[in-house]
């Protein structure tokens, strides 16, 4: 397994960020399997969006990866980009009513 070169992660980061709907892309890593198979895994910001606008986002991502970068594998995590960056999810913990797990 082999780390991209940094040059072609600054080219993704930048495109990523053109995208229509993100506001930010952070905890970018890319690294290839095999020589004909790559891998993605990025934390993206977005707006506060509903579900269905997000997974637009990542159709839009992951055909953008595949055919300019040959990445078929992506895994994205979105985020809503009004969060802090120390708060999960905008601090589900003032919004989660149920019992803390144990």
Request: glycine share 4%.
């Amino acid at each position: 397994m082999t780390t991209i070169v940094s040059d072609e992660r600054r080219a993704i980061l930048r495109d990523l960020k053109r995208v229509n709907g993100v506001r930010g892309v952070h905890d970018l890593h890319v690294w290839s399997i095999t020589q004909s198979m790559r891998s993605l895994s990025a934390h993206v910001a977005t707006d506060d969006i509903p579900l269905s606008a997000s997974a637009a986002i990542q159709r839009e991502i992951k055909e953008l990866l595949f055919h300019r970068y040959g990445i078929a594998r992506a895994t994205l995590q979105l985020e809503c980009a009004e969060c802090g960056s120390n708060l999960l999810y905008c601090d589900l913990e003032n919004v989660n009513h149920h019992a803390p797990l144990l």
